[in-house]
């Protein structure tokens, strides 16, 4: 069987195709949710984290009504369903509130997982002042742009292309903007971006996974994004901080995902599924393919497959 690799942080995965069983009408991975253990004993799944961009939401930043439907079918089954994005805390909330969630939230690929209504915090992992100051004069060194997210807000590089891709892509407000990095009031941060050409974020994404080996997870979540956290801090570690305190084993946990950045808790859950227009990484580290169709509802059919009516 093949094997294929995916490199985040520095740390090489591996995933070996395992011919998983097929749907006939499309080929894709499936999972059935009666499907039982080698023990004989049926799974049962307590806990779901659902990605937002490309999983929960569709093209238009909006949860299609398909995917309302999947979430509160989850939730009847007695799945708590958990946001896990690289959005801020604050950003991710609205659709937490809008779902009517009552469960933490795991932000910046799992840098921070907090609860928005008692602000307890289970996990944060922030990258470090000294580390974020080098971060912000490399990407202008190398003629990149960068944006900051941090306690007090997102905080970008001056410049007009990425102030309006970033409304453009989050719908979430205009961050504050900077002429220089001394203009910028430092200090630790959940996360740092940096922003360019595809090509040349292609080239420093391999240079800094080099050159911050065991400091930074680097990961390109867009063609013109490559992303920054502290090392360790990634969807899964944040997923393993939550449920330790759930009592809730991996096991018991699906991970819904499309990207780069979903491939760690997407192979380390117990049913890992990538939507059928993911990357080539994501759908690697899951068991299980949404089938083909709108990227808005690909969310639903997948969880229409594990809990048929």
Wanted: aromatic share 8%.
């Amino acid at each position: 069987m093949p094997v294929y690799a995916v490199i985040i942080g520095g740390l090489m995965l591996q995933f070996q195709a395992q011919g998983k069983i097929s749907s006939s009408k499309s080929g894709q991975k499936r999972h059935s949710q009666d499907k039982t253990s080698q023990s004989g004993k049926q799974q049962v799944y307590k806990l779901a984290a659902i990605d937002l961009d490309g999983t929960l939401l569709n093209p238009e930043r909006r949860i299609s009504a398909e995917n309302r439907a999947a979430v509160e079918k989850l939730i009847a089954n007695d799945v708590q369903v958990v946001l896990a994005s690289g959005r801020r805390h604050d950003d991710i909330y609205r659709f937490h509130e809008e779902l009517g969630l009552k469960t933490p939230i795991l932000s910046c690929h799992g840098a921070l997982v907090k609860d928005p209504f008692t602000g307890e915090v289970f996990c944060t992992r922030p990258i470090e002042q000294d580390l974020v100051l080098f971060l912000l004069k490399e990407a202008l060194e190398v003629g990149l742009n960068w944006v900051v997210y941090d306690e007090k807000g997102v905080h970008l590089c001056h410049s007009e292309y990425w102030i309006n891709e970033y409304i453009r892509r989050t719908d979430f407000g205009c961050p504050t903007t900077y002429k220089s990095i001394s203009e910028y009031d430092l200090t630790h941060a959940e996360k740092v971006n940096w922003m360019g050409d595809p090509e040349a974020i292609q080239q420093q994404y391999r240079r800094m996974v080099d050159l911050f080996h065991g400091k930074l997870t680097c990961v390109v979540t867009d063609p013109d994004h490559l992303e920054f956290t502290l090392h360790g801090a990634d969807k899964a570690s944040g997923l393993m901080a939550l449920i330790e305190t759930l009592g809730i084993t991996s096991d018991e946990v699906i991970t819904f995902g499309d990207s780069n950045n979903d491939v760690t808790m997407l192979s380390w859950a117990g049913l890992g599924v990538a939507m059928g227009h993911g990357t080539p990484a994501a759908k690697m580290a899951a068991k299980m393919i949404s089938e083909p169709g709108d990227e808005g509802t690909s969310l639903a059919r997948a969880v229409n497959v594990i809990f048929p009516d």
